[in-house]
C-alpha cells in the first residue's frame, strides 16, 4: 500500500467516523500483496498450504505486471500497472517520506515485503487503460459450458469428485 493510499484511506476513514457517515465506497484499484509471514501465518493456525509460498505462486499465475520489477507475473489474465499519470503534489510523496521520515524507497512491496514507500500499482490494463477484474479477465476464457446466475445468492456449491454436478441458490 503506498502512502497516497494510506494517506487517502485514512482521510477517508476518519470523515467518516467524525461524520458517523456510513463507510464511502471507494474504487481505487489497487494491486496489493501481504508480507511472507502474513500468508505462513494461516497455514501456522490449521490450514496445511495456505502460506506466501503457495498463494504467491497463484498470484503471480493470476498477473501480467506491465513495468514491473524483475520476479513479477507477465503471463496472468489480471493486468497491472503503476499509473502513468502522477500529479505534481503526489511527485513529492516519496522524496519527502524517504528524506524526513528516514522509511526507505522501496520498489519490490508485492514480492513479500511491503515495508517502504512506494507508487503502487494498480489493476489497471497498460494497454487500454482499462480497469482489469475478473469478470473481463476471466470470462473471455471460459469454455461454452459456463452458466452465470446475476442476482444470485449461493448457499451451496455441491463437489463430488472435484466436479460441480449441482449448486442450490436462490
Ligand atoms: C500483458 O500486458 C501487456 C499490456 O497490456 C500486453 O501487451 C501483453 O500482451 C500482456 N501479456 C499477456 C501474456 O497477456
Ligand atoms: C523506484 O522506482 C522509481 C520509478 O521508476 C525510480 O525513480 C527509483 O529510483 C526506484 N527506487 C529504487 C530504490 O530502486
Ligand atoms: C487489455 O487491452 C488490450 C487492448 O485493448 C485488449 O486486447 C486486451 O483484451 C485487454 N485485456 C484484458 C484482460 O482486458
Redesign the pocket.
Known sequence: MGLSTLLLWAGLSVGALASGAPRPKVYDYIWNRAAVVEYDQWETVGNPGWNWKSMSTAMLKAENYTGGPAGSGTKGPLHAS?SRYVPEHQKLF?PTVVGSLGI????NSLQGNPIGV??QPSSVNATNYVRSYSANAYLPKAGSNLEILTNTLVAKVNLKKQTRTSSSHR
Open positions: 503503476v516519496v526507505p524507497e522501496n520498489n512506494m507508487f
